[in-house]
Every structure is written in structure tokens, then in C-alpha cells.
């Protein structure tokens, strides 16, 4: 079973930036499609980001234009860098599958506070 570590969160103030890192204990080529997800007290875990395997882009409409995903094959890495950020994007954010069913990691916490 693959393991998923994700790194860089913190607590920024609105406006602010931040870059999230999901490394993978396997192969991300052979796991394919690959998500950002995030949960905030309260609500339902939600996918925000997701990347095919050639690189082709999703986000949700609450992130488009200031979230950009990327990944790292050959290092078995995912990221997300969050510009413009604000309270709303408040939560714990966990990288996994594009579908979401690999074991879940701890997650990094975001919080945006001034």
C-alpha cells in the first residue's frame, strides 16, 4: 500500500502564499491521476485539485485561477501552489489518487488568518 506525506502548510495571511508537497512511497506513474483534497472543520472532505498523468488540469471552482498542481514523476512527488489565499481556503489538505482511494496520510494544515 502506498504511502502519501504531505508537507507545507503553515499560517498565512489572506492574500498570501503557500506550497503544498505530497511525497509518494511508489511509483505516481503507475497510480495515475493525482488529487489535492481538502477538509475544514465541520465539512465534508472535498477534491479541489487533480492532474492526469500527462499533465492535464482540473480544479474547483473555488480555486480556479489562484491553485496550480503540478507533479514530479520521476521523483514521486505532487504539489500545489496556492496564491491569493483566503480564510475560506482554510483546512487540512491531503494529496491521494484522483479518485481517492488510496490510504489517506495526516495531511498538512492550512490556515489563512490575518
Known amino acids: 500500500q502506498v504511502q502519501l506525506v504531505e508537507s507545507g502548510g503553515g499560517l498565512v495571511q489572506p492574500g498570501g502564499s503557500l506550497r503544498l508537497s505530497c511525497a509518494a512511497s511508489?511509483?505516481?506513474?503507475?497510480?495515475?491521476?493525482m488529487g489535492w483534497y481538502r477538509q475544514a472543520p465541520g465539512k465534508e472532505r472535498e477534491l479541489v485539485a487533480a492532474?492526469?498523468?500527462?499533465?492535464?488540469?482540473n480544479y474547483a471552482s473555488s480555486v480556479k485561477g489562484r491553485f496550480t498542481i503540478s507533479r514530479d514523476n520521476a521523483k514521486n512527488t505532487v504539489f500545489l501552489q496556492m496564491n491569493s489565499l483566503k480564510p475560506e481556503d482554510t483546512a487540512v489538505y491531503y494529496c491521494?489518487?484522483?479518485?481517492?482511494?488510496?490510504?489517506w496520510g495526516q495531511g498538512t494544515q492550512v490556515t489563512v488568518s490575518s
Open positions: 491521494n489518487s484522483g479518485s481517492g482511494s488510496l490510504s
Open positions: 511508489r511509483s505516481i506513474f503507475s497510480i495515475g491521476a
Open positions: 492532474i492526469s498523468i500527462g499533465g492535464i488540469t
